[in-house]
């Protein structure tokens, strides 16, 4: 019998990734990406409407792309026939969330709403929709409503009710012309199958569906008379499985994949969740950490708790019966971008391009001869605010310890331990909660950085095993669509056969993790000074930015 196939599609922050994996062993055949056109809109339109601070949108355009070049290369690559793909599996950020008509037309391909920014898909890291979180939180902890603690006390302003309320408390207009309100997760499945659906996973780390439903009206109408059917008017009360089939490509969409109409299309997914059973990683105790413009933590545990700080633990979140538990960080390659971009004197520019290699890759040259502590600075690593554990994108930056003989590649490590110490602060969190954390497996771009690698080990204590492959989280995805086209029972099974992971790839150097252990303590004093309310300069600081 041929040999069978599935398509998994990673929707990432900047890019589309897609992958043809091989169903018996996980082995990946080929791979297509497609960088989005727009990537993250943050200043202003494609109309050159300004947008407030911290906004950040997307094009859906650019997802519609991914599946038109990405996909087809992938297969090309490949040598696959399409006869021979029996599923297509896809993840994307989350929450990623955008206002369409109800056959699913984005209101921002409408032409007379192309001009108004709460048209458009607003990106997990979309920030602007703070004040909403604030009082989302507030109202629960006044009401006690029980699912608060399962998010760690606190909703993200990354979440989606808070963006869904901006949406009707700026532009009453576009809340009204939405007649859905989806992840952009599930559309992309819309736009393959003609039908809708609403995963579970989303809904239940980024839309507080807990014990089988959403919030009660009486809960959303308090936030805004206009908004206690929310659920009702404009979602789906009925969840679609993990692992379960969507639906199958429509003749449309073949066109534009390259494959079989009918194909089977998996339940949309999480892209850092679904990165689990990539890694072989379907029972507790093993975190992974999906690095990338962001990190996510994800983590199976066997009982319930109540974790400080946490993003969501959400029962069959990843895998069928136990508690997957989410936590984050919304800044890491991303903050390493900006200072590539914004801090690095022309100098290392010129150097890299001599040598042909990338400025991340001769910083990190530079800086991997240091020893810890060499340099003299430690950094807090807020510079897209805090995930977890405040959950506070009113939080910024902050490097201390410059002197006149601090260089760029001194702060390119500071700033890269900043975000190893923001992961150990969530490791002794989850332990402290008595969610155990006995590996860390490290996924996304991040590690092919070996400097940063080496730094998460010594400053975690703890050995990191990698998963190796290029695209995990489309690895994932492929996984879920052979479950979904019945070639596996489930995502265990699915996982035994095509997970991998090199174990203990990285391990502790004791001499560095003791020098570490003293710095740790003084981002600690900083973390709790700057974060829990003994000095709330940032929070100042960013009120006066967004007051001018
Ligand atoms: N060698 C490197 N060291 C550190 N950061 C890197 C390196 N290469 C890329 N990055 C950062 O990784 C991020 C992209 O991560 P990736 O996982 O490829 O995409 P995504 O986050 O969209 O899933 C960018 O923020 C980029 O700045
Ligand atoms: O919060 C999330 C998952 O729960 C986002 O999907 C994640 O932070 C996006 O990160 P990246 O751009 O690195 O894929």
Not at 198 to 211: E, L, M, V, W
Not at 313 to 341: C, H, N, R, T
Request: charged share 20%; with cysteine; glycine share 10%.
């Amino acid at each position: 019998m041929a040999e069978r196939y599935a398509v998994g599609v990673d929707f990432g922050s900047e890019s589309g990734r897609a992958v043809i994996v091989r169903v018996s062993d996980g082995a990946v055949l080929g791979e297509g990406v497609t960088p989005y056109a727009h990537v993250v809109m943050d200043r202003t339109l494609p109309t050159e409407e300004k947008l407030g601070k911290e906004w950040a949108l997307q094009h859906p355009q650019d997802y519609l792309d991914v599946f038109q070049q990405a996909v087809p290369a992938a297969l090309k690559a490949s040598g696959v026939f399409p006869d021979d793909v029996i599923g297509i599996g896809i993840d994307f950020t989350a929450c990623t969330m955008m206002p369409t008509t109800a056959d699913g037309t984005p209101l921002c391909f409408l032409p007379e709403y192309a001009r108004r920014p709460h048209a458009w898909v607003k990106l997990w890291k979309h920030h602007a929709s703070q004040p909403q979180a604030d009082r989302i939180n507030a109202l629960a902890e006044g009401r006690g409503e029980f699912w608060l603690p399962r998010y760690g006390g606190k909703q993200s302003s990354e979440w989606f009710f808070a963006k869904a309320l901006q949406i009707l408390e700026e532009d009453p207009e576009m809340y009204g012309a939405s007649e859905r309100l989806i992840e952009a997760a599930d559309w992309v499945v819309w736009q393959l199958t003609g039908v809708e659906t609403r995963n579970a996973c989303t809904a239940g780390y980024k839309a507080i569906h807990q014990d089988g439903h959403f919030p009660d009206q009486g809960y959303f109408a308090e936030l805004h008379p206009d908004f206690a059917d929310v659920v009702q008017t404009r979602m789906k009360e009925d969840l679609a499985p993990l692992g379960g089939k969507a639906g199958e490509l429509t003749p449309r969409a073949a066109g534009w994949t390259g494959l079989k109409p009918g194909t089977a299309i998996a339940v949309a997914n999480v892209d850092a969740h679904v990165t689990l059973p990539a890694a072989g990683v379907t029972e507790p105790g093993r975190l992974v950490a999906i690095m990338g413009t962001s990190t996510c933590h994800v983590l199976l545990g066997d009982t319930l708790r109540e974790v400080p700080g946490m993003c969501g633990v959400v029962p069959g979140g990843v895998v069928p019966g136990l508690y997957g538990y989410e936590a984050g960080q919304s800044g890491v390659g991303d903050i390493f971008a900006w200072f590539v971009k914004n801090g690095v004197p022309p100098e290392y520019h010129e150097q890299a391009k001599r040598e042909g290699i990338n400025l991340h890759a001769l910083l990190e040259r530079e800086a991997s001869t240091q020893a810890p502590g060499e340099h003299g600075l430690v950094a807090l690593d807020w510079i897209n605010g805090n995930r977890s554990v405040l959950v506070d994108a009113n939080l910024s930056g902050m490097i201390l310890g410059l002197t006149l003989g601090t260089r760029a590649p001194d702060i390119y490590r500071a700033l890269i331990e900043a975000t190893a110490y923001g992961t150990r602060v969530i490791v002794e969190n989850f332990e402290g909660s008595g969610v155990p954390v006995n590996e860390i497996v490290i996924s996304g771009g991040l590690k092919r950085n070996r400097m940063l690698m080496q730094i998460y080990a010594d400053v975690t204590g703890r050995p990191l095993s990698v998963l190796d492959v290029e695209q995990g989280p489309a690895v994932g995805s492929a996984m879920h669509a052979a479950v979904a086209a019945g070639e596996y029972p489930d995502i265990f099974a699915a996982a035994k056969c095509m997970g991998k992971v090199r174990r203990e790839a990285f391990v502790p150097d004791a001499k560095n993790q003791r020098t570490y252990d003293r710095l740790y303590g003084e981002y600690v004093s900083l973390h709790d000074y700057f974060g829990r309310g003994a000095n709330e300069v940032m929070h100042r600081l960013k009120a006066m930015r967004r007051a001018d």
